[in-house]
């Protein structure tokens, strides 16, 4: 299939370079024009603009949109809406909040405009492991669609099958979760999982870090090595995943983390996420504190904060703030 991309930056490009491996054509465009240039030289097309994009796609158009969420999107969905015409998508990939695709669609569809919303998992990996997509829209332009999915998502990778459960793309790494919203709902929930996860690792290292305290009785003091504790559970642990294993990439290449002041940022998602919870009733304590300890953070550092800064850089290449010192 052929996609119009707007935004090459941590993962946009790097979903370009994989769907143009697999056989789909891209025509791309950015505000830095040095990376679209990087494109063209991978075998894109490039364009100066959003209308120069647009006219050099076929009909209907399908253009994807991996901007910041927020007053950047929501510029780009007008500029796009101003210029596609009846049966093309519009695809929004980054992480907006889910009540404002619902309203966006909305605003596109009097024009025959087909609103699609992805929440995109895999960082700076993507390209090499491939992207875990959650989906939402209209099922027929999810069909329309599909083909660009199916190449973006991992795949199968040597994942066993969930036994007694009934094959569905979600084997292959992307669902169709439901109507336009439902998609950056569930990578919503997904982020604010994803927060509780982190903190629960980054707060186990810190004690490991800290095990040889003075507070500590002598004979309770352990000088442990962290970053080889971090390995072995890697192998055959039952809290082994891939935040493990990026958690011990970083150790490896720096036992104390200097590199990281421990300055934590949330992108949204994990507030979204706790704002849902109360809407729905749904107590998430453990969700909850762990953006609270984001918040703490910005405060104070300990290395659980260095921690979850040193996993944040490794999965979405997350730079810290330079205020953050």
């Given amino acids: 299939m052929q996609l119009g991309m707007i935004g090459l930056g941590r993962m946009g490009g790097n979903m370009v370079r994989r769907l143009m ?3 789909h054509t891209g025509v791309v465009f950015d505000l830095d024009a040095a990376r679209v240039k990087e494109l063209e030289g991978f075998g894109a097309r ?14 209907p158009r399908a253009v994807w949109i991996m901007v910041p969420a927020g007053d950047p999107t929501e510029q780009m969905v007008e500029t796009l809406a101003a210029h596609l015409e009846p049966g093309d998508a519009i695809i929004d990939g980054g992480n907006s909040y889910y009540k404002h695709d619902i309203r966006r669609a909305a605003l596109v569809a009097p024009q025959g405009i087909d609103y699609v919303d992805v929440g995109t998992s895999g960082g700076v990996w993507g390209l090499e492991r491939g992207y875990c997509l959650m989906i939402g829209g209209k099922p027929e332009t999810f069909a329309r669609l599909e083909p660009i999915f199916k190449t973006l998502a991992p795949g199968r990778s040597g994942i066993p099958e969930t036994p007694a459960r009934k094959p569905s793309t979600a084997d292959l790494g992307y669902i169709h979760c439901g109507p336009v919203g439902a998609g950056h709902f569930v990578k919503m929930i997904h982020n604010g999982i994803e927060y509780g996860l982190m903190q629960a690792y980054a707060e186990g290292f810190d004690i490991l870090k800290n095990a040889d305290s003075k507070h500590l009785e002598p004979q309770c003091r352990f000088a442990l090595n962290v970053g080889e504790v971090a390995e072995v559970w890697r192998r055959g642990s039952v ?4 935040l493990l294993d990026l958690a011990s990439m970083a150790l490896a290449e720096d036992a104390n983390l200097n590199n990281f002041t421990g300055f934590v940022q949330d992108s949204g998602e994990g507030r979204w996420t706790i704002e849902a919870g109360l809407e729905e009733a749904v107590p998430s304590p453990v969700l909850a504190a762990s953006l609270y300890a984001r918040f703490r953070s910005r405060q104070e550092h300990t290395f659980a904060d260095k921690m979850l800064s040193a996993m944040r850089y490794k999965f979405g290449g997350h730079v810290e703030q ?4």
Avoid: C, E, N, Y
């Fill in 239 to 242: 809290i082994g995943s891939w």
């Fill in 21 to 23: 491996k697999d056989g």
């Fill in 322 to 325: 330079a205020t953050g010192g």
């Fill in 46 to 59: 490039g364009a100066s603009s959003v209308p120069d994009l647009i006219a050099a796609l076929d009909k």
